[in-house]
């Protein structure tokens, strides 16, 4: 065994039947959906605001995120709040079904696609007989006007 290999902790959450990963530095909770407010003026994929342990947090919703469509509201639905630099914002999932550990070089380049520094794709890790795709969290925050 390496010691020079990093093992990253990964929170899982479904968007259809693709799975991607944020790094669990990012992930400051796990909630059920709670009431959303909607704000004018924002962009389509953000649904709103809530009020929460103090914070106002705005919600996105990750399937129009990533150009899925609306996210349905079930039981298994959750608003993943991630924190950067002392900013929060939520993410309406379909599912967050696990927290995983992933080997720091088993993230790899999504094909011929170039990696980029403002790419909201990290890379893609294959675990069992799936694919995760992890995502560059501060990419989310830096792309948006809130």
Do not use: W
């Amino acid at each position: 065994m390496s010691l020079s290999t990093q093992t990253l902790k990964i929170v899982v959450i479904t968007a259809g039947v693709e799975q991607y990963g944020l790094p669990i530095e990012h992930v400051a909770s796990i909630e059920r959906v709670l009431d959303i407010t909607p704000m004018p003026e924002m962009p389509s994929d953000v649904l709103g605001i809530i009020h929460l342990r103090g914070n106002v947090i705005p919600i996105i919703d990750f399937g129009q995120l990533i150009g899925k469509g609306k996210t349905e509201i079930t039981d298994q639905t959750r608003i993943v709040i991630l924190q950067n630099e002392g900013n929060f914002l939520g993410l309406l999932t379909e599912a967050a079904t696990d927290v995983i550990d992933i080997e720091e070089d088993s993230i790899q380049s999504p094909g011929s696609f170039r990696s980029r520094e403002d790419s909201l794709i990290k890379g893609v890790s294959k675990q069992d007989l799936h694919l995760v795709i992890v995502l560059n969290c501060p990419v989310i925050f830096s792309n948006r006007n809130l």
